[in-house]
């Protein structure tokens, strides 16, 4: 009989504040736009449900959760160049949707550009809807870019 090894499975656990030079490292390689230091402290010291999935033993990906009443919103969920195509934005979402149920969570809510057509499609194959846009929500290249709004019931 021979052993045959699993790959790595990953990990998901909350954020804590020594991963963020890991997550640094890979805001500005996936965004051209990327959230600061200051944002994700001022989310870890606002009590926000964040997030970190481990891969390998290497930060692969992260999420910020804010929940409000009945209702979550998605602020940021990302993947590192490296481990995307791989089903873990999936399983990190699915994930943030366990966590807002387990605080009472009815609806999920998130921004998207029009432009991230990888993320539009993960968000329409989990089953989320376009609610509305909000026009000149994200900065641009050459001014601003819409938002598209949309929704899921958890």
């Known amino acids: 009989m021979s052993a045959v090894l699993k790959p790595a ?4 656990r909350p954020m804590n504040a020594e991963d ?5 490292a ?15 402290t001022d989310s870890l010291n606002a009590g926000y449900s964040c997030w970190v999935v481990e891969h390998g033993g290497e930060v692969a990906g992260y999420a910020v959760l804010m929940m409000a009443l009945d209702e979550a919103h998605l602020l ?26 387990s605080h009472g969570g009815l609806t999920m ?18 089953g989320f809807n376009e609610i509305s846009v909000r026009r000149g ?4 290249k050459n001014g ?3 938002a598209v709004l ?4 958890l």
């Not at 499975?9 to 998901?12: E, L, R």
């Not at 805001?27 to 944002?39: D, L, M, S």
């Open 76 to 101: 940021n969920l990302s993947i590192a160049k490296t481990f995307q195509g791989q089903g873990l934005g999936r399983r990190l979402l699915e994930h943030l949707m366990d966590v807002a149920r």
């Open 144 to 146: 601003r870019e819409d």
């Open 26 to 40: 890979i805001e500005p390689e996936i965004y051209p736009h990327p959230w600061t230091r200051g944002n994700f």
């Open 137 to 140: 929500y994200y900065p641009a």
């Open 150 to 153: 949309m929704g899921l019931a």
């Open 20 to 24: 963020i030079d890991a997550i640094m």
């Open 109 to 126: 809510f998130l921004e998207v550009r029009p432009s991230n057509v990888a993320a539009r499609t993960l968000y329409e194959n989990i």
């Open 9 to 12: 499975q990953p990990i998901f």
